[in-house]
């Protein structure tokens, strides 16, 4: 399992740079389509509607967002209220699940509707945050502020951790991890801005890496809450080792819809 896990992150993280750094504006929009396209396929796999008769669901509910928001429709406030509503939604499953204890199961068309507006509407902010003025760097340094906060949580939580953070939603997360997530997204984010010579004062630098770091968190506690829900392990089968697109994008989504209007 570890060699899968490595041999796949070996091809997957090349991959993933040149794409970023590289990619045109609509070749990478493109993927994003495709990828939100895919995220919407395993939202239907695991929750058990995959079937004809939910092809309008996703369709409305899913689709049209994620092609409405890649395209530039202009959307005015909607752009950013429903998305913020999704998030709450997510978050609000978080809580479910664990108050339930995690024995509970919500397949049906509630968790289809939470799913496929969870991709719909928060896929699109890759592109969005990519392709604009800047753009570049933004997404790099999210995802970087998201990998050391992983990090960071795992390996505190795994050498202090002894206050399960959300037991039914993710047995292994403690609250000691996510404050060791939260000090090494503070650190990496003050030394990332010094690298790249940004000008902010220090406190906006350490509150945008805070928030980056939170955000993550929170995301990935969503993703877990959603499979828990669905009753699945992973989310897909697509990266071997490492499971499914929505297993590996979870703790970016949060965070890259905060950072699309940080820099707005």
């Known amino acids: 399992m ?35 396209l895919w995220g919407l396929y395993e939202v239907a796999e695991m929750t058990g509607a995959l079937h004809w008769v939910a092809i309008p669901l ?7 967002p994620l092609f409405a928001l890649l395209y530039g429709a202009n959307l005015g406030w909607v752009g950013w209220v429903v998305p913020l509503i999704v998030i709450l939604m997510m978050l609000g499953l978080v809580i479910r699940i664990e108050v339930a204890g995690g024995g509970e199961r919500f397949r049906g068309p509630r968790l289809v509707f939470i799913g496929a507006a969870y991709v719909g509407f928060l896929f699109p902010f890759f592109s969005l945050v990519r392709n604009r003025p800047g753009g570049v760097k933004v997404l790099l340094l999210v995802i970087l502020l998201a990998v050391v906060s992983d990090s960071g949580a795992y390996f505190v939580g795994r050498y202090r951790g002894r206050t399960k953070l959300a037991p039914s939603v993710s047995p292994n997360k403690t609250v000691e991890g996510a404050i ?4 090494a997204t503070i650190i990496g984010g003050w030394l990332l801005f010094k690298l790249i010579g940004a000008t902010w004062d220090v406190g906006r630098i350490l509150l945008f890496a805070a928030m980056i770091s939170i955000l993550a968190q929170l995301g990935d506690l969503a993703g877990s809450a959603l499979k828990r829900a669905a009753g699945v392990k992973d989310s897909g089968w ?17 965070a890259l819809f905060f950072a699309y209007y940080w820099f707005q």
């Open 180 to 183: 060791g997530g939260l000090v």
């Open 2 to 36: 570890l060699r899968t896990r490595l041999l796949t992150a070996a091809i997957l993280l090349p991959a993933v740079a040149a794409l970023v750094l590289f990619a045109p504006p609509w070749f990478f929009k493109i993927v994003n389509v495709i990828a939100g």
């Open 238 to 254: 697509i990266f071997p080792g490492h499971g499914g697109l929505l297993d590996r994008t979870c703790s970016l989504v949060f």
């Open 58 to 64: 996703f369709a409305v509910v899913g689709g049209i």
